[in-house]
């Protein structure tokens, strides 16, 4: 049913579909993810999933799927991407907490 939903939404415009933190999802929702998978290469959609390094994805290996790989960033570039998030605001010691709390991952 969520299948064909989503082929109806992409025969009238293109989707955009994010699935985040796929390394903690449930069996159901992977089963649902793998069929969206499968189907994308004929769908007007751009699907992201983002998962952990350890996360083995049953589909990186699909002609029409694309991985890229994101690293933890230093410091400094982590502490760039929260001031522009925050408007230049000096926040020094929220800065470093989400650095620490996101080990790097400041998408966290």
Same mark, same amino acid.
């Given at each position: 049913?969520?299948?064909?939903? =989503?082929?109806?939404?992409?025969?009238?415009?293109?989707?955009?579909?994010?699935?985040?933190?796929?390394?903690?999802?449930?069996?159901?929702?992977?089963?649902?993810?793998?069929?969206?998978?499968?189907?994308?290469? /004929? =769908?007007?959609?751009? =699907?992201?999933?983002?998962?952990?390094?350890?996360?083995?994805?049953? @589909?990186?290996?699909? /002609?029409?799927? /694309?991985?890229?790989?994101?690293?933890?960033?230093?410091?400094?570039?982590?502490?760039?991407?929260?001031?522009?998030?925050?408007?230049?605001?000096?926040?020094?010691?929220?800065?470093?907490?989400?650095?620490?709390?996101?080990?790097? @991952?400041?998408?966290?």
């Amino acid at each position: 049913m969520l299948l064909a939903q =989503l082929e109806g939404l992409t025969a009238r415009q293109p989707v955009l579909m994010l699935f985040e933190d796929t390394h903690w999802v449930d069996p159901t929702s992977t089963e649902l993810l793998d069929l969206i998978v499968d189907r994308a290469a /004929s =769908l007007r959609l751009l =699907l992201i999933v983002t998962f952990r390094p350890e996360f083995v994805a049953p @589909w990186t290996d699909c /002609s029409h799927v /694309s991985l890229l790989r994101l690293n933890r960033l230093p410091p400094r570039e982590g502490s760039a991407i929260i001031a522009g998030v925050t408007g230049g605001k000096n926040l020094p010691r929220n800065r470093r907490r989400c650095m620490a709390l996101g080990l790097g @991952w400041v998408l966290w």
